[in-house]
């Protein structure tokens, strides 16, 4: 047995499935999970000592690559002034700030340590701002594991999602509204019946968990109405897309295309912790007013603003600011989409793909998918069968054909050329 073998069999007697996170374990395209030893840079090492170019990168988080010396040193410093206070630092008002002055749409914001959490404040806030509570979220999104996100689409609009997990009763799903992803019309029709009572509307600007598939101008631009004349507040979630596809995130990709474009809630994560377990939630101060201590909104964490967490976040914030960044790796990123364009098309194989900052996607298709019914039309096996072809080779995509591919500073021309001729070998 390989040691990748070995430690996955040890896991599954310890821990369920033998994995911590379920897209983990490569259920969905077969084969043992690498246990990563290492990283460096743009590369991964697993137990056996397989190198591979990495476009996982912690799902997002390490946009400079893996162990970058600024990141690392700062890191350093913080673990030797401690692991932990349970009370305030200055680091966490330094980071609030770094955030801040990226984001103009918020005037305050909170840390927290997961995604899940903040998306779950998130929607709390809102609740408790509005004094409602029901709202919409898309099939497709993922904003999470609390109970009110795992909910799929109803039979129809007049009715609400059931749950999509065990363990979620009925009634926790009785509030939420699902609808399909970029489709305008039942997005005005949920409005004019439920409008009322509509709390918020949370979305993610790119699907990252449809694989790659991006809120279209129109739909966004509705979405941003009907939540002004109803009163109901826009939540987007951003944390895949935050400080990923641009310094400005997705929303600022969005307000470039549709003028005035803001959110009322903004939700970030992965890349403003670096790495660590890190997130936070955020919007103007009459919103976040209605947060504990101030209002009734209740929400606290023991390991909230952790030093270490911060330090790490702020390190990368600091890196990523830096001119020509984003430029760079936009350039790379679309540079991997378009080979692997050409290299599909060289091959006969139907395929389109995306990207956005450091952020991309492709599907076996011949069209850009617009909502989560079409993603699923993708041929599974092929993919399968290419995921197992190219980690073969050294290249390691995510193990599902649902997720987003993430490039970082650190991935070079050799890299990418690596990944093309991996790609042109593997779907000959």
């Not at 047995?1 to 969905?28: D, H, K, W, Y």
């Not at 609808?179 to 509509?198: D, M, S, T």
């Not at 912790?273 to 955020?282: D, S, T």
């Not at 976040?313 to 600011?321: F, N, P, S, Y």
């Amino acid at each position: 047995m390989s040691q990748n073998e070995t430690l996955f069999a040890r896991a599954q007697r310890v821990i369920p499935g033998g994995v911590n996170s379920p897209v983990r374990a490569f259920r969905a395209v077969g084969g043992t999970p690498r246990f990563i030893t290492r990283g460096e840079g743009a590369h991964i090492v697993d137990a056996d000592g397989r190198r591979y170019i990495d476009y996982i990168g912690s799902w997002g988080p390490m946009i400079l690559g893996h162990g970058h010396p600024a990141v690392v040193e700062a890191v350093q410093k913080a673990v030797l002034e401690g692991f932990s206070f349970g009370a305030p630092t200055e680091r966490e008002v330094e980071l609030a700030e770094e955030i801040l002055a990226l984001v103009p749409s918020c005037e305050q914001i909170r840390l927290v340590s997961s995604g899940t959490e903040a998306t779950m404040s998130a929607i709390r806030l809102a609740r408790g701002a509005t004094q409602r509570s029901k709202f919409i979220k898309f099939e497709g999104c993922y904003h999470g594991h609390t109970d009110a996100l795992l909910v799929k689409a109803g039979s129809g609009l007049a009715t609400f999602g059931h749950p999509t997990s065990a363990g979620v009763p009925e009634a926790t799903a009785q509030h939420t509204i699902v609808l399909e992803y970029n489709n305008v019309a039942q997005l005005e029709e949920a409005f004019a019946l439920h409008g009322a009572e509509l709390a918020c509307v949370i979305v993610e600007p790119i699907a990252g968990n449809m694989n790659f598939v991006r809120a279209s101008v129109p739909f966004m631009t509705r979405m941003r109405e009907l939540c002004r004349q109803h009163g109901a507040l826009l939540v987007l979630d951003e944390v895949m897309t935050g400080f990923r596809v641009g310094l400005r995130s997705a929303q600022g990709v969005y307000a470039d295309l549709i003028p005035g474009f803001v959110p009322d809630i903004s939700v970030f994560g992965k890349v403003i912790g670096g790495g660590m377990p890190l997130a936070a939630f955020g919007a103007s101060r009459e919103i976040m007013r209605h947060l504990a201590p101030l209002g009734g909104v209740y929400q606290a964490g023991t390991l909230s603003g952790n030093p270490v967490a911060t330090a790490c976040g702020l390190a990368t914030l600091r890196e990523i600011k830096k001119p020509g960044f984003f430029e760079a790796l936009s350039t790379r990123t679309r540079r991997l989409v378009d080979g692997l364009k050409a290299v599909a098309t060289e091959n006969g194989v139907p395929f389109s793909a995306d990207s956005e900052g450091g952020m991309f996607g492709f599907f076996l298709l011949g069209e850009l998918p617009q909502n989560y019914t079409t993603v699923m039309t993708t041929d599974k096996e092929r993919f399968n069968r290419f995921f197992h072809a190219m980690l073969d080779a050294g290249v390691y995509l995510a193990p599902a054909l649902y997720e987003a591919g993430f490039v970082s500073a650190a991935h070079t021309d050799a890299d990418i050329d690596a990944t093309l001729e991996a790609a042109r070998r593997a779907l000959r």
